[in-house]
């Protein structure tokens, strides 16, 4: 059953939808920072699975789509009930040209979706979708200095913390101590 609720900003409008076409995949494909994250596959992976509630978020320009959020809807005894972009990825949330204020659009409406839906928090794995950008290494197979690591490790910020926030990153320098762990703190900047 595909959910279909539009709300206007500016001249784009969002649309929530269960389901998505393929016009959502070839988006994601043709944009220079889609992932495999985005692509609709693990969505239904996380559906299928999992048994997680998919949601999309769809900017809509005059027929055409300027940018997406997959959101997907988890609940845990530890962090309760959230919705993230995309669980068990690395890589996610908004894909929107920045200078059009469609990243803006698209949290403000998952913001709102994380309200109605009760639940409590919004995960967006944002910033830094290139590779390489690891909280964790396995120090015993030297994956430090083969650059293969995990990123494990979060911050849990309120809906309206996370609107102020303006940056993040990984201390890396804390890992190259002589008695290094096999963690690097995860740093973020808010406004």
Not at 137 to 159: C, E, N, Q, T, V
Request: aromatic letters at 8%; one cysteine or more; hydrophobic letters at 40%.
């Amino acid at each position: 059953m595909a959910l279909d609720l539009r709300s206007v900003a500016g001249v784009i409008t969002i649309i929530r939808s269960t389901e998505v076409d393929k016009s959502w995949d070839r988006f994601v494909e043709s944009h220079p920072r889609g992932t495999v994250g985005h692509l609709s596959a693990w969505g239904t992976i996380a559906r299928e699975a999992y048994g997680h509630e998919c949601i999309y978020l769809i900017a809509d320009d005059g027929g055409e789509i300027a940018g997406v959020l997959p959101l997907v809807r988890i609940s845990s005894r530890l962090f309760g009930r959230r919705l993230v972009s995309m669980p068990f990825l690395d890589y996610g949330g908004v894909l929107a040209d920045p200078d059009r204020g469609i990243e803006t659009a698209l949290v403000d409406d998952a913001l709102r979706l994380t309200r109605q839906r009760g639940a409590h928090g919004l995960g967006l794995r944002q910033f830094h979708p290139e590779p390489g950008f690891f909280s964790w290494w396995d120090y015993r197979a030297g994956h430090f200095h083969k650059k293969m690591g995990l990123r494990i490790d979060a911050i849990l910020a309120s809906p309206p913390l996370a609107s102020r926030l303006a940056e993040c990153g990984i201390d890396r320098n804390f890992r190259k101590g002589p008695k290094p762990s096999d963690h690097a703190p995860l740093l973020a900047e808010f406004q």
